[in-house]
């Protein structure tokens, strides 16, 4: 099993930037793949950005491609989201998830584990 404790989160103006930070514990992190999620008030969650145990590969929503870039430290146990050019859309409560999975994938039915979140609030 694997623990998730994000951090980061703030108020923004638009155009700002903010570093998400995902620390895990327990199973060995380069075990999983993993991913970033969203989710605004009345909305489902979505899918941000995923990054593979190596992290050679990743892959993002088109909505925050060329804005966002995610990464992992593995010898820190922390996955990374860098946000910048943020616009008030990008408001959400950001989770980040772990899976066994070995592929990259956007599904988020394929991570076993979440963490808490941390809010992103962009003002305009």
């Known amino acids: 099993q694997v623990q998730l404790v994000e951090s980061g989160g703030g108020l923004v103006q638009a155009g700002g930037s903010l570093r998400l930070s995902c620390a895990a514990s327990?199973?060995?992190?380069?075990?999983?793949?993993m991913g970033w999620f969203r989710q605004a008030p009345g909305k489902e969650r979505e899918f941000v950005a995923a990054?593979?145990?190596?992290?050679?590969?990743?892959t993002y929503a088109d909505s925050v491609k060329g804005r966002f870039t995610i990464s992992r430290d593995n010898a820190k146990n922390t996955v990374y989201l860098q946000m910048n050019s943020l616009k008030p859309e990008d408001t959400a409560a950001y989770y980040c998830?772990?899976?066994?999975?070995?592929?990259?994938?956007?599904?988020?039915?394929?991570?076993?584990?979440w963490g808490q979140g941390t809010q992103v609030t962009v003002s305009s």
């Open positions: 998830a772990a899976g066994t999975i070995v592929a990259v994938t956007r599904r988020s039915g394929s991570y076993d584990y």
């Open positions: 327990g199973r060995t992190f380069t075990s999983y793949t």
């Open positions: 990054n593979s145990r190596s992290g050679g590969l990743t």
